[in-house]
């Protein structure tokens, strides 16, 4: 009878959890370039009383609850918002910016709204290096689809190239790590790492003025949290008829 609870509480454990995942997909849905994410399930060990093909074709397996076992980002791309910022690129197809954190090492991010830095330099919102640096005289910065980044000196009318913008591209980028601020660090379930110009075969193409939309579906996340709570409230029922079948065996024992 014991066991009955346990499995239905599982499932209550795992609907709470799809419900968390849900709540930050929401919570996100404003955010610069924000992939949703998805939570996917597994059955539990099951209790074997008798194996198919010894006594019965089909045996006696009994599983005993379930349980989340991964989170995955959904690389889909989202939608493009004008913005008429110099510094807002975003990315149309696959790719990341790669930018450098304090320390030294590259992480990777999609979010393009660039700031300058008291030096000149193209950062991210956090402060991040790009790796390109604006002149102090130089106006009209420009940025192509392929990422070349111009600009026109204050006593000249022709432009000059100032950097080269790339990206980076993954083999599996659902391998990549989460570590917040629209930021994702590498790991070896990513795959091979190609760095290459945007506009490049299987890279996107860079789009000035414009910043990537979180990929978000509000009304289908709605969905997903009334499934999550049905599911939540069966389980409860399972609960409450464990403990009520408990309750009548414990009278019966007692001889009531």
Known sequence: MMRS????ASGMMAQQASIDNISNNLANVQSTSFKKSRLDFQDLLYAHTQDPGTE?????QIGMGVRSVATQKLFTTGSLRQTGNNFDVAIQGDGFYSVKMPDGRDVYTRDGAFKLDGEGNLTSSAGYSLGIKIP???TNVEISQDGRVSGIPMNSTEPVEIGQIKLTRFLNPAGLRAVGGNLYEWTPVAGQKVEDKPAAPGMGSLAQGYLEQSNVNVVEEMINIIQAQRAYEINQKS????????RQANQLSQGS
């Open 239 to 246: 609960v409450q008829a464990a403990d009520e079948m408990m």
């Open 5 to 8: 609870l346990y499995t239905a």
């Open 56 to 60: 019965a074709t089909a045996g006696t």
């Open 136 to 138: 102090k005289d130089v």
